[in-house]
Nanobody
Framework: QVQLVESGGGLVQAGGSLRLSCAASRRTFSTYTMGWFRQAPGKEREFVATVHWSGSSTYYADSVKGRFTISRDNGKNTVYLQMNSLKPEDTAIYYC?????????????????WGQGTQVTVSS
């Protein structure tokens, strides 16, 4: 498994932007497909975005498509989530996760490693 630490959360007004970062502990980071999930109060954890270990493929939840961008820098062992045009309904704890399956997946049960989460609050 890989240790993951998220950062970059905070309070932002609706329409604003934030960039989340997730730093991985292992030099084998480039072999892990990465994902972002979020969990709002009283709701189940939901998939947000994922990027293949090669960086060649990405996939997004419909609710964030066109507003969020996932990217990775394998040289820095870091994955990012650029969030633009934020809405109050984006308010949640955002989690970084990793797996080594050969395909992209949106199922949280497929991700073996998780960070501790970072809070994102969007005010109206």
């Amino acid at each position: 498994q890989v240790q993951l630490v998220e950062s970059g959360g905070g309070l932002v007004q609706a329409g604003g932007s934030l960039r989340l970062s997730c730093a991985a502990s292992r030099r084998t980071f480039s072999t892990y497909t990465m994902g972002w999930f979020r969990q709002a109060p009283g709701k189940e954890r939901e998939f947000v975005a994922t990027v293949h270990w090669s960086g060649s493929s990405t996939y997004y939840a419909d609710s964030v498509k066109g507003r969020f961008t996932i990217s990775r820098d394998n040289g820095k062992n870091t994955v990012y989530l650029q969030m633009n045009s934020l809405k109050p309904e984006d308010t949640a704890i955002y989690y970084c996760a990793a797996h080594r399956k050969l395909i992209l997946t949106t199922l949280s049960s497929d991700f073996a490693s998780w960070g501790q989460g970072t809070q994102v609050t969007v005010s109206s």
